[in-house]
């Protein structure tokens, strides 16, 4: 009786199991790849592999995100890093109908479109609203103003500078 129970008990938990495996809706598939930007004399801009960088380096980061699933994707947020060690390349991030960067001076606790703002409170106690420099930015966030469709792939792509 123990055994035959531990039995239905084991497979009950196996179809569960499948059964959610097997569930409709969305599945987001995400990537970032970094590329070094190098001007060639002949060919102009070109990516080559980002393993190795240098003081003044311009660097590349490409964002993918695919909806593996069978139904769509609503509410998705894109969010790249700004490495330590680089600066953000002010106007880098793409931006289209779909997407619109928003930007972070505190490690991605909150986002503003640019240009982001500040508030300073004055040696006199005032308080005063100062515009961020590129080094102040620590994260890119994208967020789709629709769905991302079944099958469906977004790529988004911001450039830094290695300091």
């Known amino acids: 009786m123990r055994r035959s129970l531990s039995v239905a008990i084991l497979l ?3 179809a569960i199991a499948s059964s959610a495996a097997l569930a409709d809706g969305p599945a987001l598939v995400g990537s970032l790849e970094a590329r070094k930007l190098i001007v ?6 070109i990516a080559v592999s980002a393993e190795k960088v240098y003081p003044q380096d311009k660097v590349e980061y ?10 769509p994707a609503s509410g998705v947020d894109l969010v790249g890093p700004i490495p330590d060690g680089t600066v953000y390349l002010q106007e880098t991030a793409t ?11 505190d490690n991605g606790s909150t986002y503003q479109i640019a240009p982001v703002t500040y508030l300073v409170t004055k040696a006199d106690g005032t308080r005063e609203e100062r515009e961020a420099t590129p080094d102040m930015i620590t ?11 079944a099958g469906e792939e ?3 792509s911001y ?3 290695v300091k």
């Open 12 to 14: 009950f938990v196996l």
């Open 62 to 71: 490409i964002l993918r995100y695919r909806n593996s699933g069978n139904a």
């Open 159 to 161: 450039r830094v500078q």
């Open 40 to 45: 060639d004399k002949e060919k102009g801009e």
């Open 154 to 156: 977004v790529i988004v």
């Open 95 to 105: 931006e289209t109908s779909r997407l619109y960067p928003l930007f972070s001076i």
């Open 139 to 149: 994260h890119v966030k994208w967020s789709l103003r629709e769905d991302l469709g």
